[in-house]
């Protein structure tokens, strides 16, 4: 693998990343149309993608990519949720590979996803303008951190908007419920749902014999997790289920490839939210007082700490705690 990585002529998308013989993971670039990270694994005989990106010019990139370092086509694709960037780019990969999801994650992707991809296609003008007035706003911003990443942000929508004329919304067509074995010669691959935790169903890929797995967004390196589909205590049950596999490295759904560490501190970083909301809330404090703290202010996704205290806030005073 290594050797082929060297010798694949790159993406402006993504770099990849080196994991193990069996997997190389295809990090994200900022502020290009790839926004959440990718997986290319080699079975032995059979390639997994995991992900597929936010904007078809990226999934190209990918199945390129995946083609050149196990010298075989595309077998299977995971998506690993429902979202956009981890999804948009599955018809780059058929009729050649075979797609699959759990069945909670197809539900969506077959009914609400696909409507909003239409309106997309039906409002590309009015989200251009919106855009361009993002990009006014960024350069305004005198946070030099967050000004960047609304520079990222912006310039990812923009792709992600000009792409959208040929985009074909692609479901995957196989489900499973809990879980899914697939065997190649060298190794096998465990696609594992525990529920859902970052939205209503995730899935993860499990490879015990490499200790690896790839973990969609359940688990971000050094980024805010997003909680707007989320169900905060059942995202840390499944972190929770996670740990007790025999895991050693982790793929991300947005960072750099990390460890246990990574998923310790989004356990840690979801309770210590619950628990600043919930203060808040018996407190009668205003949420919109909340600064980020400390550990967290070099973490990326800056903009989804507001949206994760309003969701939590929302949660919280629903239960009635």
């Known amino acids: 693998m290594l050797n082929r990585i060297k010798s694949f002529q790159?993406?402006?998308?993504?770099?990849?990343?080196y994991v193990a013989d069996s997997t190389v993971a295809a990090v994200a670039v900022p502020g290009t149309g790839s926004l959440a990270n990718a997986a290319i694994i080699d079975l032995g005989g059979l390639t997994l993608v995991v992900d597929?990106?936010?904007?078809?010019?990226?999934?190209?990139?990918?199945?390129?990519?995946?083609?050149h370092l196990t010298g075989n086509p595309v077998s299977y694709v995971i998506n690993t949720h429902w979202h956009s960037d981890h999804t948009t780019g599955n018809q780059v990969f058929v009729p050649d590979a075979q797609l699959i999801s759990t069945s909670g994650t197809h539900e969506i992707m077959n009914t609400f996803a696909r409507d909003r991809v239409t309106q997309y296609q039906n409002n590309r003008e009015k989200m251009l303008e919106a855009i361009e007035e993002a990009e006014l706003q960024s350069q305004q911003e005198t946070d030099t951190k967050l000004q960047q990443e609304?520079?990222?942000?912006?310039?990812?929508?923009?792709?992600f908007v000009n792409m959208l004329p040929q985009l074909v919304h692609t479901v995957p067509t196989i489900t499973f419920d809990r879980q899914m074995t697939i065997h190649g010669s060298n190794r096998s691959a465990q696609l594992i749902t525990y529920g859902g935790g970052h939205t209503q169903s995730d899935a993860i890929v499990y490879l015990p014999e490499d200790k690896i797995v790839i973990i969609g967004d359940l688990v971000l390196s050094n980024h805010h997790p997003v909680l707007a589909n989320a169900n905060p205590q059942e995202w840390l049950h499944i972190l929770e289920q996670i740990e007790r596999l025999d895991v050693e490295t982790?793929?991300?759904?947005h960072g750099e490839v990390c460890s246990l560490q990574q998923l310790h501190e989004v356990k840690g970083y979801i309770s210590r939210m619950i628990a600043i909301v919930t203060e808040a809330v018996q407190n009668q404090q205003s949420?919109?007082?909340?600064?980020?703290?400390?550990?967290?202010?070099?973490?990326?996704?800056?903009?989804?700490f507001k949206t994760n205290l309003n969701k939590l806030y929302d949660l919280i005073t629903a239960s009635g705690e």
């Not at 597929?52 to 083609?67: H, M, N, S």
């Not at 982790?250 to 759904?253: A, E, K, L, Q, S």
């Not at 980020?292 to 903009?303: D, G, K, L, M, V």
């Open 10 to 17: 790159g993406s402006r998308h993504f770099r990849l990343q």
């Open 52 to 67: 597929t990106f936010a904007t078809l010019e990226a999934a190209q990139d990918l199945k390129a990519a995946a083609e």
């Open 150 to 159: 609304m520079a990222w942000e912006n310039a990812t929508d923009r792709e």
């Open 250 to 253: 982790i793929i991300p759904g």
């Open 287 to 304: 949420i919109e007082e909340i600064e980020i703290p400390e550990e967290y202010r070099a973490w990326y996704f800056t903009t989804y």
